[in-house]
T-cell receptor
Framework: DGGITQSPKYLFRKEGQNVTLSCEQN?????MYWYRQDPGQGLRLIYY???????QKGDIAEGYSVSREKKESFPLTVTSAQKNPTAFYLC?????????????FGDGTRLSIL | AQSVTQLDSHVSVSEGTPVLLRCNYS??????LFWYVQHPNKGLQLLLK????ATLVKGINGFEAEFKKSETSFHLTKPSAHMSDAAEYFC??????????????WGLGTSLAVNP
């Protein structure tokens, strides 16, 4: 079955540590996205990538970094500069970058501070 | 400017009764509109999508939504709630303006509880 796989499901970060969240898709989609979800809020876009070797900042990119070296992979690094990283992180993809296309989501990674 | 307002943060219904989740939007252009569902600790799943074809859109699991331009609404309905419908529901709008600045605007979500 095609889909998006996020790992790990739960992740704990120590003070001053960078952590990387994995996102892999086998849908052959061009576009991929990272969102942050906090309780009582809608999804907020961190970064997106329209095509391999390209990515753009979203609304809340500070303290995060990404790479898109392969079409199927879009890892997100939460750096020590992100002072409030505790949240549920969702990766998504769409067949094209056109925002009228629906997005397909992984099951998320929950990041907490130790 | 685009915006999405989900009018109820929490809705509670009894099993077998109708569901109505309300969404109003504002958009300068012909929008695309979506409803997504999220079960606890899971990702989001597309329920249905409107992109300027039929104004009544049928989705998965018996849900449907009607696009009403005059009321700028896109309410989600289901005739008979099932226990498995208990989840968070998000209304999303995407403009269709030319250029590279299209973005999705997410509502804050409506939590649906279904009582036995």
């Amino acid at each position: 079955d095609g889909g998006i796989t996020q790992s790990p499901k739960y992740l704990f970060r120590k003070e001053g540590q960078n952590v990387t969240l994995s996102c892999e898709q086998n849908l052959n989609h061009d576009a991929m996205y990272w969102y942050r979800q906090d309780p009582g809020q809608g999804l907020r876009l961190i970064y997106y990538s329209q095509i391999v070797n390209d990515f753009q900042k979203g609304d809340i990119a500070e303290g995060y970094s990404v790479s898109r070296e392969k079409k199927e992979s879009f890892p997100l690094t939460v750096t020590s500069a992100q002072k409030n990283p505790t949240a549920f992180y969702l990766c998504a993809s769409s067949i094209t970058p056109d925002r009228s296309q629906p997005q397909h989501f992984g099951d998320g990674t929950r990041l907490s501070i130790l | 400017a685009q915006s999405v307002t989900q009018l109820d943060s929490h809705v509670s219904v009894s099993e077998g009764t109708p569901v109505l989740l309300r969404c109003n939007y504002s958009s300068s252009y012909s929008p695309s509109l979506f409803w997504y569902v999220q079960h606890p600790n899971k990702g989001l799943q597309l329920l249905l999508k409107y992109t300027s074809a039929a104004t009544l859109v049928k989705g998965i699991n018996g849900f449907e939504a009607e696009f009403k331009k005059s009321e700028t609404s896109f309410h989600l309905t289901k005739p008979s709630a099932h226990m498995s419908d208990a989840a968070e529901y998000f209304c999303v709008v995407s403009d269709r303006a030319a250029g590279n600045n299209r973005k999705l605007i997410w509502g804050l979500g409506t939590s649906l509880a279904v009582n036995p």
